[in-house]
C-alpha cells in the first residue's frame, strides 16, 4: 500500500495512481461500484483549495471526498441518491439545496453513460445512456447547480469516460465538454489513467485486437473555472 508520505502534486497531465486508496484508513469505499481513486481528489484539493474551504461532491456515491476533505481539514458536504453511509445527504443534483456563491470547489465523479445500475432510484442519471442527447441534458441540469454554488473564480473538476459498446463509439467527454464549455473557463484536461475494470482480462484484449477495437484506456478530468 502507497504511504501517505510518498504523496506528491502531481505535475503533468498524465495521472498513473495504481491503487484506489492511498494510506492507512480507508478514502471511501473500494468496493462501491465507479469509485473514484483517492489520489485524484486528495491532487485537486492540494492545488485549488486551503484549510477550512467549503469543498462539495454533488455525486459522492461512497464518500471518497468527504474522507480526503476531511483529512486534509476542508469541510465538505457531499450528495447522492444512493446512499451507503450517514453523513452521505440525499439529494438529486439537478437542486442542490445550498445557496449561490457558496462552495469553494466543487468535486464529481458522474455516471459516464447506463453501464452501472447504482441504485434503483428512477432519477439516477445512470440509468440513462450516454448515446442519448437526455444524458447531456440531465447532466447540464447538474452543470447550472455547480455553477450557481460555486463562489466567482474558484474551480470545479468533472471526472467522465468515452463509450465503446456494440461497435459504437461515443465520444462522451467531448460532449460533456461542450455542455461545460457554456458555463466555465478551461483551465485543464487529465487523462486518469484506467486499472482494474471489468474488460482487463487477456479474453478482452485478444478481441480488442481481433474485431479492431480498443479497450478504454484513460478518463478525463476535467478542470474548470468560474470566472463571474
Ligand atoms: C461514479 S459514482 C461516484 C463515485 C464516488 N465519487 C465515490 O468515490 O464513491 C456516480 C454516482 O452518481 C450518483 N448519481 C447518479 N445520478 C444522480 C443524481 N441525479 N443525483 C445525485 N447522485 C446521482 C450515483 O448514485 C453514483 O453514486
Request: hydrophobic share 35%; charged share 30%; proline share 3%.
Amino acid at each position: 500500500m502507497q504511504d501517505k508520505k510518498d504523496l506528491i502534486i502531481e505535475s503533468t497531465t498524465l495521472w498513473d495512481f495504481p491503487r484506489q486508496n492511498y494510506g492507512k484508513t480507508a478514502h471511501g469505499d473500494n468496493k462501491y461500484n465507479g469509485v473514484t481513486p483517492a489520489f485524484i481528489i486528495w491532487n485537486l484539493l492540494q492545488r485549488y483549495t486551503e484549510e477550512g474551504d467549503l469543498v462539495v461532491d454533488p455525486m459522492c456515491g461512497s464518500g471518497t471526498t468527504i474522507d480526503v476533505a476531511k483529512e486534509l481539514k476542508r469541510k465538505v458536504i457531499g450528495f447522492d441518491l444512493n446512499i451507503v453511509r450517514n453523513d452521505v445527504i440525499k439529494n438529486d443534483s439537478r437542486n442542490i439545496p445550498l445557496k449561490d456563491n457558496s462552495a469553494d470547489f466543487v468535486f464529481i465523479d458522474s455516471p459516464y453513460s447506463n453501464n452501472i445500475t447504482y441504485s434503483n432510484d428512477e432519477r439516477c442519471i445512470g440509468k440513462i445512456s450516454c448515446e442519448s442527447i437526455k444524458f447531456y441534458d440531465e447532466l447540464e441540469k447538474v452543470i447550472v447547480e455547480i455553477a450557481r454554488i460555486l463562489k466567482p473564480n474558484k474551480v470545479m473538476s468533472w471526472v467522465i469516460a468515452d463509450q465503446w459498446i456494440k461497435k459504437k463509439f461515443t465520444a462522451t467527454g467531448f460532449l460533456l465538454w461542450q455542455r461545460l464549455e457554456k458555463y466555465f473557463e478551461p483551465m485543464d484536461i487529465v487523462c486518469i489513467t484506467r486499472h482494474n475494470q471489468t474488460s482487463n482480462t487477456s479474453l478482452w484484449h485478444n478481441r480488442a485486437r481481433r474485431f479492431n477495437f480498443y479497450l478504454r484506456g484513460f478518463k478525463y478530468l476535467f478542470i474548470m473555472k468560474k470566472n463571474k
